[in-house]
């Protein structure tokens, strides 16, 4: 009787055994299959980052280049008619209407 149970314990072990060793494998192949999903994500989040890193300091040069423009395009003159004398409305140069709505830069 003892030796019946001992087998029993035996053969339920073994499943138990065989069950458990199948769950691990699973595991295995889920943590496998997550860290390539994760390494692939990882590399376009860097991409991203970059191109990311990359527009902000495009979009900081043109900031600048747009400012040094439109300051030197108050003083510029060149395309003003030469008179003998300017009318009342030409005393200063013209600076639109930039500080109303921002410039270009306020778009």
Known sequence: ????QLEASIAKLTEDISELTKAGAELQAA????????QGEKATNEVTIK???????AVAQALTVLKE????AGEATALLQQQPESPEIFDSPYKGM????GGVIGM
């Open 1 to 4: 009787a003892e030796i019946d």
């Open 31 to 38: 943590m496998a299959e997550a860290t390539t999903l994760r």
């Open 51 to 57: 191109d990311a890193g990359d527009a902000q300091t």
């Open 69 to 72: 423009f439109y300051a030197k």
């Open 98 to 101: 930039q500080s109303e709505n």
